[in-house]
């Protein structure tokens, strides 16, 4: 395992330019996770550090090393695509010990069957080690696909949406065992998904990416309570925040220069609006069953925050909005301290 | 306006049997969601509503009329597949005015139903536009627009919002439901997306291999779940089961698990040999002084709350607390469970067992 440099990295395609000046340390043992919509260059950032893609300009450094201009085989890492892309016609386990012996590898025998042994072990599929590849479930070929690059030991696992194409519930499964495989194997890992979720589960530290630029890197508990502006804010939590004109809602405390406010569930108190106080109307109750989203009006704006489903609200009920502790946005959408 | 009924309906491909007996009722105005995974037959199951498939056994009626055998075209019924099917080198109105024009409707009232239609959709700006430049959104949009211009007794959608990313999809699903108020038209939704079910139904019903396990109110169903499959399908994370060889009787308030004496709601049947106990996230609080005891797996931040995974010799059990509380993995950590909100399985059929917390159930 390495730390892992990008320094200025630029990369354009044609007049797009993918990623611009994006600079970022992965640290030995740490799962980064880099979030962002379709088109924000956090594939193409990937690909870049595997050596598939040659930046226009800046450095990526493994372990101090400059591999910039290294071709991907000699850069010691290991990629997961998306898509399962094992051999259909070769068992578990030789897929799984496929790396282990290509030719500038040599590995014993007996050597490759103990790493084999222990991967397979990791994502409880010893059972499968006989099958054909293309006698699995999804989720067991995604896992084999997992498996054949954690057979190795390099600098850096890179890893591209693995998760995306399983069913809602097997990811979930999947999400929690990698993290745990990443936190036993304290291996590094560049992990990329659109999927706010996973990035909050399972990061170390996530890179929320806009437009081919990192905008904040954070823990996930950083980037969701101190998020640098409301792009960041509006890309993490469910329900997503309200961001709300500053005149809204009474904020005594906000500071100068505060143009939004956002808030979330746990920044809301909503009650039954007692003599006069009223300030919105509950439009429509969401069951979710184990929370209900609550849609409010508030002078014109949609609200939605959480509420406990057994709790009696309905819509048209009136209601007082206060706000605890917000967070404060300025005209160019940047968080302000309170 | 339509009420659908659904009697004992059977479908069989060869010796594979899709649909097995299913029957229920939808109700005028009714959002009514099926849900289940693939293969469970609830494509099937509209399809036969729709008249794209015929049963090999069972009515299907209409307003109280048998249409079992009648063609699709003569049910008034509006199919909306996957929404992206529309003519690009029409004009958003053209795209509209489609259905209406080979049915032969006269010039001025396709005019007005075109209107009417973009005004319900909130797309009259866009009647001129070609669609080949509109956004996901409005394409989607006129392709409603187009079942809707129809004004058909009832919609049946298959996932039509599947091929969407998700935070499209959340946005499409509250416009859907909101379309609807406003026409108040019947409207079945195949989806195996509980999320999606969960928003947006009145009423859902949940299959399995053919079969229809429960159908209810979406609060109903999750509260209150028939079997092992609907608690285990509907929540995320889904329900956790603790199993366990034991017996309840009749008036019992505990269960005894693996050794551990656990409260429970008031039961109101017998059963013995092979259960389970069933518990939701938020039923489940982190307390040092419980006796249920297990190792932290897994802590998943969420922001607002956290998911903890923690596995107990009685099985692993999943918490959803508040993520201000700090969790460490591999802690030892105490479980208190909230007694009345528990269900019991015979975990041999999967069938819920009848206890205090199911007395006054909403079924249909």
């Given at each position: 395992m390495a730390d892992v440099q990008l320094s200025e990295v630029t990369k354009r395609f044609g007049d797009v330019c993918a990623v611009q000046d994006l600079s970022l340390d992965i640290a030995d043992g740490e799962l980064m996770v880099l979030l962002g919509p379709t088109g924000a260059g956090k594939t193409t950032t990937l690909r870049t550090v595997a050596g598939l893609e040659r930046p226009d300009a800046g450095r990526v450094t493994i372990d101090g090393r400059d591999v910039t201009a290294e071709p991907p085989a000699v850069r010691d890492v290991a990629f997961v695509f998306q898509q399962y892309s094992l051999y259909p016609h070769l068992t578990v386990y030789d897929n799984l010990a496929f790396p282990l012996r290509s030719p500038a590898r040599r590995l014993p025998e007996e050597e490759v069957r103990r790493s084999v042994q222990r991967v397979a072990g990791l994502l409880h599929i010893e059972s499968k080690l006989q099958n054909r590849a293309t006698r699995l479930s999804g989720g067991e070929m995604q896992r084999v696909a997992i498996g054949r690059a954690l057979v190795r030991a390099p600098a850096i696992y890179l890893m591209d949406e693995p998760l995306s194409s399983l069913d809602a519930k097997l990811r979930a499964e999947l999400r929690l065992e990698l993290k745990r495989i990443q936190s036993e194997l304290g291996a590094t890992i560049l992990y990329v998904t659109h999927d706010q979720i996973e990035a909050m589960t399972m990061a170390t530290r996530i890179g929320i990416l806009a437009e081919g630029r990192l905008v904040q890197v954070g823990t996930p508990r950083e980037v969701y309570e101190r998020p640098a502006n409301t792009y960041v804010a509006a890309h993490l939590g469910t329900p997503g925040i309200n961001l709300i004109p500053a005149a809204l809602l009474p904020a005594p405390a906000a500071p100068a220069g505060t143009h939004t406010i956002g808030a979330r569930t746990e920044q809301l108190r909503i009650g039954h609006a007692l003599n006069g106080s009223a300030q919105g109307v509950l439009k429509r109750v969401e069951h979710l069953g184990d929370q209900n989203h609550l849609h409010l009006n508030v002078g014109g704006h949609s609200l939605v925050t959480l509420a406990d489903p057994h709790a009696s609200w309905k819509a048209g009920d009136v209601l007082s909005v206060e706000l605890i502790d917000p967070t404060y946005f300025d005209a160019a959408g940047r968080r302000i301290a309170a | 306006m339509a009420e659908i009924r659904v009697d004992k309906l059977r479908k069989q491909f060869g010796e594979f049997t899709a649909v097995r007996q299913s029957s229920f009722t939808i109700e005028h105005g009714a959002f009514f969601v099926m849900l289940g995974p693939s293969g469970c037959g609830k494509t099937t199951t509209l399809r036969m509503i729709a008249g794209l498939e015929l049963p090999s056994d069972g009515r299907i009626l209409l307003d109280g009329e048998d249409v079992t055998f009648l063609r699709a075209s003569h049910r008034d019924i509006a199919f909306v597949f996957q929404m992206f099917a529309l003519y690009p080198h029409l004009s958003v109105f053209r795209n509209i005015a489609y259905p209406l024009r080979s049915q032969g409707v006269p010039r001025a009232e396709v005019r007005e139903r075109v209107q009417e239609t973009a005004r319900l959709l909130r797309i009259e700006h866009l009647l001129k536009r070609g669609v080949s430049g509109l956004s996901g959104g409005d394409r989607q949009r006129v392709a409603l627009g187009r079942a809707i211009v129809r004004r058909p007794k009832a919609f049946l959608m298959d996932e039509?919002?599947?091929?969407?990313d998700a935070e499209f999809r959340r946005l499409m699903c509250g416009e859907l439901r909101q379309l609807h108020d406003r026409i108040g038209a019947t409207t079945i939704y195949v989806t195996h997306d509980q999320l999606e079910a969960m928003a947006m139904a009145d009423r859902i019903a949940v299959m399995n291999h053919g079969v229809v396990e429960q159908v209810a109110a979406p609060q109903e169903i999750y509260d209150r779940p028939a079997s092992m499959f609907v608690a285990d399908f509907i929540g995320s994370p889904p329900m956790s089961f603790l199993r366990f060889e034991g017996a309840v009787r009749p008036g019992e308030r505990t269960v005894r698990v693996n050794g551990a004496l656990l409260d429970v709601p008031q039961q109101r049947e017998e059963a013995a040999g092979p259960l389970a106990l069933g518990l939701r996230p938020e039923h489940v609080r982190l307390a040092d002084d419980s006796a249920l005891r297990g190792r932290v797996f897994g802590a998943e931040y969420l922001g607002t709350t956290q998911i903890v995974t923690v596995n107990t010799p009685h099985g692993q059990i999943k918490a959803r607390i508040p993520s201000s509380h700090a969790v460490g993995i591999g802690d030892n950590v105490g479980l208190a469970l909230r007694a009345e909100r528990l269900v019991l399985f015979d975990a041999g059929s999967g069938r819920a067992l009848r206890s205090a917390l199911y007395d006054g159930e909403l079924n249909g």
């Open positions: - | 039509p919002l599947g091929a969407l």
